[in-house]
């Protein structure tokens, strides 16, 4: 039972941007801090943004004031809109819960920063 999907990657040119959503179900939403994270070609996973229930966010110094995180509790989805894009940001990026738990990666949505 697929419960977190993620969906917005593209291929953006270097300084544009992208939306990336992420559909929960609502037991896993109701109850958990969300974040997304990024696995580029040969790196390790890591943590980008992330959003407490309340609303508190948290960046990645890599992408602190280029990305917002967000999350609307009434549909069970979190967003992470990137602005001025670059070529490192090249990933694919997932959404899950804060700590994450296998079982809830999916398979990701392609992010491709190239001109």
């Known amino acids: 039972q697929v419960q977190l999907v993620e969906s917005g990657g593209g291929l953006v040119q270097p300084g544009g941007s992208l939306r990336l959503s992420c559909a929960a179900s609502?037991?896993?939403?109701?109850?958990?801090?969300m974040g997304w994270f990024r696995q580029a070609p040969g790196k390790q996973r890591e943590l980008v943004a992330a959003v407490s229930r309340e609303g508190q966010t948290h960046y990645s110094a890599s992408v602190k004031g280029r990305f917002t995180i967000s999350r609307d509790n009434a549909k069970n989805t979190i967003v992470l809109q990137m602005n001025i894009l670059k070529p490192e940001d090249t990933a694919v990026y997932y959404c899950?819960?804060?700590?994450?738990?296998?079982?809830?990666w999916g398979q990701g949505t392609q992010v491709t920063v190239s001109s």
């Open positions: 899950n819960t804060l700590p994450p738990r296998a079982i809830y």
């Open positions: 609502a037991s896993i939403f109701s109850i958990n801090s």
